[in-house]
């Protein structure tokens, strides 16, 4: 194995100013998403079940799953045995 000088990086400026928009930007968004969180948790568990729904729901359109409604033809459960 070849072992190689160890290289310098610089900071530049332009490289600072990019940061800080970054991390203003992001905790512009982590306020709103607090202010959010606040309004939603004021409204009482019909807000954070129906915000969780509303999650659940984006997480399967993303990944495209889309349940099926099991069907509940067995009126007991032990009442029916098929072999």
């Known amino acids: 194995m070849l072992r190689r000088k160890p290289t310098r990086l610089e900071l530049k400026l332009d490289d600072i100013e990019e940061f800080e928009s970054i991390r203003k930007d992001l905790e512009s968004r ?22 969780h729904k509303s999650r659940e729901q984006m997480i399967h359109d993303r990944i495209g799953y889309k349940p099926q409604p ?14």
């Open 30 to 51: 982590k306020k709103q998403g607090e202010d959010a969180h606040v309004i939603s948790s004021t409204d009482g568990a019909i807000g954070i079940s129906s915000d």
């Open 70 to 83: 099991k069907p509940t033809n067995n009126p007991t459960q032990f009442g029916n045995f098929e072999f």
